[in-house]
């Protein structure tokens, strides 16, 4: 399999022959001076993992070791993605300082200086730092992550009748469960990053190969300097083709055994929080292709999911569901995203957001998305022109309300409830007799909410009032046009 591609600055020899980036990665680029690949519709930028709290005799650099690991294993899973980047940072030789997340992305969000390239606007990143840390003879090691996407927000517009509720994943930031590591767990590390670290002549761990540079090597370089980076060309199994520049100006092929579950070091069960990465990677793919009106990519989608399954099995299913919880919005609103027929996708997503709303059943954001979705079904399921039917609103007014009562500065929040108010206003209704809403009690809710806050709700119609970050309305983008006989959508009447 060979694709074509576009190399960034870093790469301006292959730029003349291949036009369309698919795949890039840069190993050992200095966190002062940090580098992302442009064109990539989503970079995942690893920093190494602060390894100060392990004794000098058992670290051995391996928080840089660990994220060289990360940044390879991860750039192996998400190639079926397409163009996309995959950096690993590193602090300058003997500079103990900690590389800062916050540093690192104020520069490559083009906020402060420093970076020798930039995020895109609307393009994403998914940033992995974390801790290791010594206890005894036992080593842990804690990730955390951020995603998002630059100059955009991750919110999404839901039709409900005539109105919009507002709706987005609970966290953009995760702290993931501290994994245990052995000593001997480091040792398998260093071996495993000899390997990775390395580009064969052929695939084989026994073929002639050097080591693979990067501008860290050569300590205090200035800021204009280009990263040694390079293109993925292939993939075949646990190996990657790559395509560099040479020193002299030649282009050079080789392979690097990218996968480490064959290197006595399986970080998809050790660290299953590559899977989050991976379909976090995913995730704002799609939402990359939605804003530029890219054709659905079911495939891609799936792939999404398959990755969130990963990491949902491996777990912690007591400390991280929060993670858990996030895992199961972002897969629901891919779906969504990636399906040709949207109902389907909706269908499936509703299953996602109705568990992560039992993980965290105090997140107004996971009721938000749950409920709105519903809302969004029972719209899309009436005949054209006619009331949406509401199955037990009172219970809906209550999670709303509840979602409002939890994030009480939330002007969305209150929004999103007296926009259901009004169209319960002139819904029908089904379900218990005991969760029907009378119409004086509705028009009683509406006015305390006027009274409370002048109310800046939204038409189904209206623009958007931030258009410096404007949401995605699931509707217009789909373009779903809802029919006239209603009878023909039963399969879709809301639950």
Known sequence: MNIRLTAVDALILIAMTFPVLAHAGAPHIPCEYPFVFSEAAVNLVVLPYDDSAISEASARGSGTQLALLLQMDALSHILGYGNVGAIQLELTPGDRTPCNVDDVAAKILGQRSGAQTQIRRGNGVVFVWGLMYEEDDDLYVQTYARFLRRDATEELLFAAGEYKLI????????????????????????????????????????????????????????????????????RQEDWIQIRRRLPNGQVQDGWIHANTGTMDFELDRQLPELGFLEGTVGYLHSRVDADNKREPAEEAGRLTAEQFATFAKFADQNNETVALAVAEQLAGITRMLSSRNYLEGLSQAQVSFRRARQL???????????????????????????????????????????????????????????????????????????????????????????????????????????????RTDVLDLKKVVIPALPQTRKDIAPR
Do not use: M
């Open 167 to 234: 709706a987005k994943p609970s966290s953009q930031l995760i702290t993931f469960a501290p994994r245990h590591l052995s000593k001997k767990d480091l040792d398998r590390i260093e071996a495993a990053y000899l390997k990775a670290n390395v580009v064969r002549q052929w695939k084989s761990d026994s073929a002639p190969g050097e080591e693979l540079h990067g501008i860290a090597k050569c300590g205090g370089c200035p800021p204009d300097s280009r990263p040694d980076g390079f293109l993925v060309v292939d």
């Open 360 to 470: 965290v059943p105090y997140s107004p954001d996971a009721i938000t998305l749950s409920v709105a979705t519903e809302l969004n079904r029972a719209t899309l399921a009436r005949n054209a022109g006619e009331p949406v039917t509401i199955e037990n609103p009172r219970l809906v007014a209550q999670q709303l309300a509840q979602a409002s009562a939890l994030a009480p500065a939330s002007d969305i929040a209150i929004n999103n409830l007296s926009s259901y108010y009004k169209v319960a206003r002139t819904a029908n209704y089904k379900g218990d007799a005991a969760n029907r809403l009378e119409k004086p009690e509705i028009e009683q809710q509406i006015q305390r909410i006027e009274n409370r806050r002048p109310p800046a709700v939204e038409r189904f119609h209206e623009s958007d009032t931030h258009p410096e970050q404007p």
